[in-house]
């Protein structure tokens, strides 16, 4: 006999059948992933119309659909999927996640009913199962799944503490109590029990059986710093100040405390202290007792930086903005303080030194130029101060009007300082087109003109602008009495020059000199030596304070 020969048109095996599918399976996931989808429902869908296995098909179907947003196809789908197949935990998965989110919510419940089934002995599903129940308040449920799943874990922190808050809820006191107790004898060293359960008390007025789970806690470890710090916040809130601060001392030098729970107590202690001034000194020494702790914590020595600045000492809050920068130098903000409290001291040496640093790190930081700028300009670098500061000006966004002032008016400093007077009043009168309100502008501005003996009526104006604008400010109550002195108004000089010297203008080699102009033009010699000698004493005070700094 011959070898008998395939017909084309015999039927093809289940065999065969299974190797075409599989075939047509594969490249339908490649034109999935290369985002074909049309190609890739073609593939499958020949598939699910032969007589092989379809349900992977439709379960491939079903996410293609999920990606098209086409959400009644894609379940239409993974019901297929899950009927054909309700044992493979991922379609029954896909099918839970996609019914969740659709907000499909019986539907969902039946195929968490049918997964539990499927997989009886998996309390990661019980547990989900539970947690679906919750979102859905539908907390009697809940609590049965979790009471079964007790049954077979024993206690647990996703068992019983979930159990604890669900009683909480309904306000069921006894299995509350009897929840949490389960886990304190359970986990005998987790402090965080403990102080749910005095919480829980705090709550329902029981204040002494609360206090005796903290001390209870205590026995065991007499130095936990959550308890101490559950404690303190207690001693605070009932008016027991003195014993809430020996305890959150404790708390904060305490290295087993978590670095995070420090910042918050930092962080309440200054915002108290903003509202109690009786506050401040505590809060200043919990602070210092942190940084000094943890010196290479940014968030802590920042937080320590801010108030201590914000109470005005400005050198001691650089000691910690170095902090900051030295273990975070990509903290923009801390290099801006530093810099910002070397400008508060007057120390523009310094402030030269860290703006060029922090220029080396941020070079497309406008603000940093302007610092730069305006540290050269005070050490009579003008040349130097004019060039960083026409590189800033160039970065400065137009609609931010305020920063673009200050450069120009910075500007306008540098150039009066080398006479180039011109370029300084056009750098100025561009300022207060940005910022017509700027006092400090208005003031240098009118000064400068009144100091050239030029456009003396209209310094006068702006001079008048910047003293209502920043009323006793004693150096521009000292221009204003300077232009009248210009403008030969030697009595109206002499008040305001007084009112300069009231508001502190005393220590003023300037303000003093002017005095002395003042008291001469009004014949009275006398008084005018006197100024002036005490501005000459005040120079050399000055001239010997800046040979000491230079030594």
């Not at 904060?252 to 995070?260: A, C, E, Q």
């Not at 400090?440 to 003293?467: C, G, H, I, P, T």
């Amino acid at each position: 006999m011959g070898k008998k020969v395939h017909s084309f048109f015999s039927p093809v095996s289940e065999n065969e059948l299974t190797i075409k599918n599989n075939l047509k399976f594969i490249d339908a996931i490649s034109f999935k992933n290369s985002g074909d989808y049309e190609k890739a429902i073609e593939l499958l869908n020949q598939i699910i119309n032969s007589k092989g296995d379809k349900a992977p098909a439709y379960f491939e179907l079903a996410k293609i659909y999920t990606f098209k947003s086409e959400n009644q196809q894609a379940l239409h789908f993974v019901n297929e999927a899950v009927d054909l197949n309700p044992k493979n935990k991922w379609y029954l998965n896909y099918k839970i996640n996609l019914t969740r989110e659709l907000g499909l919510y019986k539907q969902c419940e039946e195929a968490y009913l049918l997964r539990r089934k499927m997989f009886p002995s998996d309390t990661d599903y019980d547990i989900e199962f539970s947690d679906f129940y919750i979102d859905g308040k539908e907390y009697l449920k809940a609590l049965k799944i979790l009471n079964q799943v007790e049954v077979k874990l024993g206690v647990s922190h996703h068992v019983n503490f979930n159990k604890f808050l669900l009683y909480k809820g309904l306000d069921k006191y006894h299995q509350c109590e009897q929840e949490i107790q389960k886990l304190i004898i359970a986990f005998p060293s987790k402090a965080y029990y403990r102080i749910q359960f005095a919480d829980f008390k705090f709550e329902y007025g029981e204040d002494s059986s609360a206090l005796k789970i903290y001390n209870d806690a205590l026995e065991l470890n007499p130095e936990n710093p959550y308890i101490l710090n559950e404690l303190a916040h207690y001693y605070f809130k009932d008016n027991q100040i003195e014993k809430s601060k020996s305890l959150y001392r404790q708390v904060i030098k305490n290295i087993d405390f978590n670095l995070s729970e420090k910042h918050k107590i930092l962080l309440k202690f200054k915002r108290l202290s903003e509202l109690d001034d009786s506050l401040n000194d505590f809060t200043k020494a919990l602070m210092i007792l942190a940084a000094n702790l943890h010196p290479y914590d940014s968030h802590i020595n920042l937080i320590s930086a801010d108030f201590i600045y914000e109470s005005g000492n400005y050198r001691e809050s650089v000691k910690y903005y170095q902090r900051v920068v030295d273990s975070k130098p990509s903290d923009y903000v801390a290099w801006l303080q530093l810099i910002t409290s070397y400008y508060d001291l007057s120390n523009y040496k310094e402030m030269l030194k860290k703006s060029s640093e922090a220029l080396e790190l941020f070079p497309s930081q406008p603000s940093l130029y302007l610092y730069n700028g305006i540290a050269n300009v005070q050490l009579k670098k003008y040349s130097n101060a004019i060039d960083i500061l026409g590189e800033g000006n160039d970065l400065v966004l137009t609609k931010d009007k305020r920063l673009k002032a200050q450069f120009l008016s910075s500007l306008g400093d540098a150039c009066h300082a080398i006479g180039k007077h011109q370029e300084s009043d056009q750098y100025f009168e561009l300022s207060l087109e940005q910022d017509s309100e700027n006092y400090f502008v208005l003031n240098n501005y009118a000064y400068y003109l009144s100091d050239r003996n030029v456009k003396l009526e209209k310094a006068k104006k702006m001079s008048q602008k910047s003293n209502l604008l920043n009323p006793n400010e004693a150096s521009f109550q000292d221009t204003y009495g300077w232009i009248l002195y210009q403008l030969g108004e030697y009595e109206k000089a002499l008040g305001w020059l007084k009112k300069s010297i009231l508001n502190g203008g005393g220590d003023s080699v300037v303000i003093n000199r002017h005095m002395g102009e003042v008291y001469e033009k009004l014949g009275q010699l006398d008084e005018a030596k006197k100024y002036w000698n005490k501005a000459k004493e005040l120079e050399i005070d000055s001239d010997e304070l800046i040979n000491e700094l230079k030594q």
